[in-house]
C-alpha cells in the first residue's frame, strides 16, 4: 500500500494564480482531511470528508475549494492564491469508530507552497 | 479557539531522561490522539486513547487521560536523541461534530 500521496511536494505561485493539490490514499478510509501547517500555528483544518460526495468545512476555509467524488481521492482547489496562502499543507484519511469520529490519521508527506 | 492547548512549547533533556508534555481541552471528547512530527516531515500517529480509557502502554510511551481535568499527558521514558521532535495531541469531540482539534504542539530536543 502507498499509503497517503500528495502531490506535487514543492509548488510556488503567483498572486492571483490557481491550482489543485492533489491527494490519494488506498486505504478505503471514509474520512479525508486538509491542514495547513504554519510556524507556531500547529495544524488548521481546511476542510474535511466523511465519505464520498460529502465535504464540510474546518476552521480555516476560505479561499479553498474540495470535492470528494471518489473515496480515494480529495483535491483541494486554491481558487486566487495570496501570499497569506503561503503554507505546507498536509492531506490525511483515516477511518471512522463506531461513534462516526475519526481515529488514526496517516498523513502524506505535505506540500509547501509559496505564494508571491 | 478551539485548540487544544500543549505545555511545555519547548522542553530540552538528555538522553536517558524522562519527557512528559501535557495536553488540555475543553469539551467532552471522543478520544484523544498523540502524534510526533520531525522537522520537516509529515505526523506520524503514536497513541490512540478512548474517553473511556486512562491509560495505554505503547513501548517507551505511556499516555493517560483526565477526563474530570480534561488533560491528557504523554511520558516518554529512557529518551534518545531520535526522539528529538514535535509532539501534537488531536482530540474529537463527542458531540456532532467530526472535526480533529489539534493543539499547537511540544518541541522536544533530547542531547545527546
Known amino acids: 500500500n502507498a499509503g497517503v500521496t500528495q502531490t506535487p511536494k514543492f509548488q510556488v505561485l503567483k498572486t492571483g494564480q490557481s491550482m489543485t493539490l492533489q491527494c490519494a490514499q488506498d486505504?478505503?478510509?471514509?474520512?479525508m482531511s486538509w491542514y495547513r501547517q504554519d510556524p507556531g500555528m500547529g495544524l488548521r483544518l481546511i476542510h474535511y470528508?466523511?465519505?464520498?460526495?460529502?465535504?464540510d468545512q474546518g476552521e480555516v476555509p476560505n479561499g479553498y475549494n474540495v470535492s470528494r467524488s471518489t473515496t480515494e481521492d480529495f483535491p483541494l482547489r486554491l481558487l486566487s492564491a495570496a501570499p497569506s496562502q503561503t503554507s505546507v499543507y498536509f492531506c490525511?484519511?483515516?477511518?471512522?469508530?463506531?461513534?462516526?469520529?475519526?481515529?488514526?490519521?496517516?498523513f502524506g508527506p505535505g506540500t509547501r507552497l509559496t505564494v508571491l | 479557539s478551539q485548540q487544544g492547548e500543549e505545555d511545555p512549547q519547548a522542553l530540552s533533556i538528555q538522553e536517558g531522561e524522562n519527557a512528559t508534555m501535557n495536553c488540555s481541552y475543553k469539551?467532552?471528547?471522543?478520544?484523544l490522539q498523540w502524534y510526533r512530527q520531525n522537522s520537516g516531515r509529515g505526523l506520524v500517529h503514536l497513541i490512540l486513547?478512548?474517553?473511556n480509557e486512562r491509560e495505554k502502554h505503547s513501548g517507551r510511551l505511556r499516555v493517560t487521560l483526565d477526563t474530570s481535568k480534561k488533560s491528557s499527558s504523554l511520558l516518554i521514558t529512557a529518551s534518545r536523541a531520535a526522539d528529538t521532535a514535535s509532539y501534537f495531541c488531536?482530540?474529537?469531540?463527542?458531540?456532532?461534530?467530526?472535526?480533529?482539534?489539534w493543539g499547537l504542539g511540544t518541541s522536544l530536543a533530547v542531547n545527546p
Open positions: 486513547i478512548r474517553s
Open positions: 488531536a482530540f474529537a469531540n463527542a458531540g456532532n461534530n467530526r472535526k480533529l482539534i
Open positions: 486505504m478505503n478510509h471514509e474520512y
Open positions: 469539551t467532552s471528547i471522543n478520544n
Open positions: 490525511a484519511s483515516s477511518s471512522q469508530n463506531r461513534a462516526l469520529k475519526p481515529d488514526e490519521q496517516f
Open positions: 470528508s466523511v465519505g464520498a460526495g460529502i465535504t
